[in-house]
Nanobody, 124 residues
Framework: QEQLVESGGGLVQAGGSLRLSCVAS????????MAWFRQAPGKEREFVAQ????????YYADSVKGRFTISRDNVKNTVNLQMNNLKAEDTAVYFC?????????????????WGQGTQVTVSS
């Protein structure tokens, strides 16, 4: 069964940390660029971070640069998002996504394989 399953979301106070994980199954994981997007209530889905096929480079939205770190393990078929110094504005549902084309300014339409999302709530 082809699926992306996220975990690790929850409620945290501002300034705290969370680590999101996404496990892929059913497809050849290392063929995909992996990314995290998020969607807050009433807002469009926005790019957070992406990582290359072999995990050599990460690329981040300006809003999370220096606070979030994306990583992947192609043996375990997982991609992680370490989120530090969380802010109230980071509150959203976070989605794991897989795509095949690298773009400097990623769009959600670039990614055709999505997880169901995990809720992150940051209290101020």
């Amino acid at each position: 069964q082809e699926q992306l399953v996220e975990s690790g979301g929850g409620l945290v106070q501002a300034g705290g940390s969370l680590r999101l994980s996404c496990v892929a199954s059913g497809r050849t994981f290392n063929r995909y660029i992996m990314a995290w997007f998020r969607q807050a209530p009433g807002k469009e889905r926005e790019f957070v971070a992406q990582i290359t096929w072999i995990g050599s480079s990460g690329y981040y939205a300006d809003s999370v640069k220096g606070r979030f770190t994306i990583s992947r393990d192609n043996v375990k078929n997982t991609v992680n998002l370490q989120m530090n110094n969380l802010k109230a504005e980071d509150t959203a549902v976070y989605f794991c996504a897989a795509g095949t084309a690298w773009r400097a300014t990623p769009l959600s339409s670039d990614f055709g394989w999505w997880g169901q999302g995990t809720q992150v709530t940051v209290s101020s």
